[in-house]
């Protein structure tokens, strides 16, 4: 891509069928930026990379499964040590290095509103997708502040609770806090932050100050107006929170209720899922800026406007 800099695109067998990761060459050797799913393929990728580079390190965005899913064919292929955000990789850990959480989310989704048949679908899928998540555990711990190979280590909250970025000489290396063509996925799940929309429009407006010229996306093409970006998609959530608004009534209306005229009816049972999960994250927001009233009845939550 640039001097100094490479860009290796891994496939994804689900939407958005890619994921960016980044080379970043440095005094020491490189730093690979984010994994990748864990697929056969991969181990013959990452070999061809370390014949080529001298990879010394390996550092993780967020623990999404396209991003840390690879990392043990990374280090294998490479023999260099992983590198992940301290919170992030608690959540890491919490989600897939336990059998207890499918269940946990399953059961949390039917809490919201979700009908059995998709919450549970949720068990099944999950089953199929372990395979190909293979992060490394106890890896070296980043935190906001820290040095990599001179790249400042940014927390950028939202998409993920740990989210974090890399930004140098005007270029941030931003996974999925910044996307050019969709807005990333803000969703509210069993165990996070409490307000994960604040979190990321609190991400964005400090992204918007930083005046990095470049931001290099997990997906899509390079950014060359991120500030711009970063408005763009801060007024599109201010616009959703409007609707969300606008969906509510006196009567109480779960998650799963406000996510039909948020999103339409026409939703596999993933989809819907995710639906509710950025519903919710909404409904959050808007019950902190006084938009909305949580409420609980039978173990069952639900939001009316105020």
């Known amino acids: 891509m640039f001097d100094g800099l490479a860009r ?18 440095g005094d020491d050797g490189w730093t690979l930026v984010d994994t990748g799913f864990a697929l056969p393929e991969l181990d013959e990728v990452f070999a061809q990379v370390a014949r080529e580079l001298n990879v010394s390190r390996i550092v993780i965005t967020h623990f999404h499964p396209d991003h840390v899913g690879g990392a043990q064919q990374a280090q ?73 190979d001179g790249w400042e280590v940014l ?20 996974g999925d806090h910044l996307l050019p063509r969709i ?27 930083l005046g990095v010229r470049l931001a290099l996306p997990g997906h899509g093409e390079p950014m060359h107006k991120p500030t711009e970006r970063a408005r763009e998609i801060v007024a599109h959530h201010r616009e959703r929170l409007q609707a969300t608004a606008i969906a509510l009534g006196s009567e109480p209306r779960t998650g799963y ?24 994250s909404h409904l959050e927001r808007l019950v902190r800026e006084g938009g909305a009233r949580r409420h609980e009845d039978a173990g069952t939550l639900s939001y009316t406007a105020t």
């Open 8 to 25: 290796l695109t891994l496939p994804l067998p689900m939407r958005p069928s890619h994921v960016h990761c980044y080379l970043l060459e």
């Open 76 to 148: 294998a292929a490479t023999g260099a040590p992983v590198h992940q955000g301290a919170f992030d990789y608690e959540q890491c850990a919490h989600v897939w290095g336990s059998d207890d959480w499918l269940p946990v989310i399953a059961e949390w989704f039917l809490a919201n509103g979700v009908p059995p048949a998709v919450a549970n679908e949720l068990l099944e899928a999950g089953s199929v997708y372990a395979p190909f998540i293979r992060y490394v555990r106890d890896p070296e711990l980043l935190h906001p502040g820290d040095a990599v």
């Open 155 to 174: 927390a950028l909250p939202g998409h993920a609770d740990g989210h974090l970025g890399l930004v140098r000489d005007g270029v941030l290396v931003a």
């Open 183 to 209: 807005t990333p996925a803000v969703g509210l799940y069993p165990d996070s932050r409490p307000d994960p929309l604040g979190d990321y429009l609190d991400s964005l407006e400090r992204t918007a100050t």
């Open 257 to 280: 209720d406000v996510s039909y005229p948020l999103f339409g009816a026409d939703l596999n049972p993933a989809a819907r899922r995710f639906a509710v999960a950025e519903t919710l």
